[in-house]
């Protein structure tokens, strides 16, 4: 790909602004922080980040992550000279962010979901990418950009995250020459897993753990699933937060093959996360209106827990698992 328009235009334009999407990952933090390190410490500019929502916890360790901005700090009327987008790949994953994109003088749309319809003025997609983490630093190598540790750091976790530390199929060859060079610059992989992976609160391990023990295992024990209550989540004083990776610690287990969680909501609603190794659980998902991922789905039943439980295990028979 070429970038010497990129070089340009950021080279050229006073004002600045790095937009990542809504419900932000690592890979779009770690790439906007990112690319915000390297124009600091190649041009000396300051850019504004902008977040459309809360940034996760977890990655509150990124370098400049405290620089962010919301949309109730910058004023919507501004047109910014750029407005940069990290890892969006469809304009509304900006929300009311789309105010100041379509005012920008200029804009610039980098990515790695094939879905992206290349929607700015300048776009770099790849979809071979494992991440929009591994688009920018090709992009910093081609543009002859001084990559810091800090700069390293944003983009090593937006390639880890993304390719859940190197374990999803996007992780491909050049991946590894990437993160190879990462770690010559200085970042540390244990310091990185650790701050990623190793900082569960105690409440989510020890709810987790309540979970998992009342677990039911059906037919050969191929399916595995747990339900949810309300007044275990008051005991524990777990918030959703506590949910994440439940499902995938009964998927875990080597008899699994789909496994599910079924958690009550207010006024008599159950919401299910399914997660299988080779099913396709978005289909099974999409027989309650919702959907997803072949391995991974999700829907909301207007049923009680045990109810909504039982016409998911009546559907997940029905299948070939
Ligand atoms: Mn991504």
Redesign the pocket.
């Known amino acids: 790909m070429d970038y010497s328009n990129l070089n340009d235009i950021i080279k050229s334009s006073k004002n600045i602004l790095i937009v990542s999407h809504v419900n932000p ?1 690592g ?2 933090l770690g ?1 906007m922080c990112g690319i915000y390190s390297a124009i600091l410490d190649n041009f000396k500019k300051r850019s504004d980040m902008l977040v459309v929502s809360k940034v996760p916890a977890v990655y509150e360790f990124i370098p400049f992550i405290d620089n962010v901005k919301t949309l109730d700090d910058i004023d919507k009327s501004r047109e910014y000279d750029l407005v940069i987008n990290v ?1 969006v ?1 469809a304009i509304d994953r900006i929300c009311d962010g789309k105010i100041l994109f379509d005012k920008a003088k200029s804009t610039v749309n980098i ?3 094939k879905t992206n319809i290349a929607y700015a003025d300048l776009n770099y997609i790849d979809p071979n990418a ?4 591994e688009v920018l630093f090709g992009c910093f190598e081609n543009m002859d950009w001084e990559i810091s540790l800090d700069t390293a750091i944003c983009l090593y976790t ?1 390639i880890l995250t ?1 390719t859940g530390s190197f374990k999803f199929d996007n992780t491909r060859p050049g991946t590894f020459e990437c993160v190879a060079k990462l770690v010559e610059i200085g970042v540390q992989p244990s310091d990185i897993y650790r701050k990623v992976y190793e900082s569960d609160s105690k409440t989510l391990v020890m709810f987790q753990a309540h979970c998992v023990s009342k677990a039911k295992f059906l037919d050969d024990e191929k399916i595995a699933y747990t339900l949810v209550y309300r007044k275990d989540m008051e005991k524990f004083s777990a918030g959703d937060d506590c949910m994440e990776g439940l499902t995938e610690k009964l998927r875990a287990i080597v008899t699994t093959k789909v496994a599910f969680v079924a958690k009550e909501m207010k006024s008599g609603y159950t919401k299910v996360s399914m997660r299988s190794k080779s099913a396709d659980v978005a289909d099974i998902c999409g027989v309650f209106g919702g959907g997803g991922h072949r391995l991974a789905a999700g829907c909301t039943i207007k049923a009680p827990v045990e109810e909504a439980a039982k016409k998911v295990l009546a559907e997940i028979r029905k299948r070939e698992i």
Not at 130 to 133: C, Q, V
């Open positions: 990952d890979d779009t790439s890892d790949a990515d790695h979901h494992s991440s929009t983490g937006a993304d």
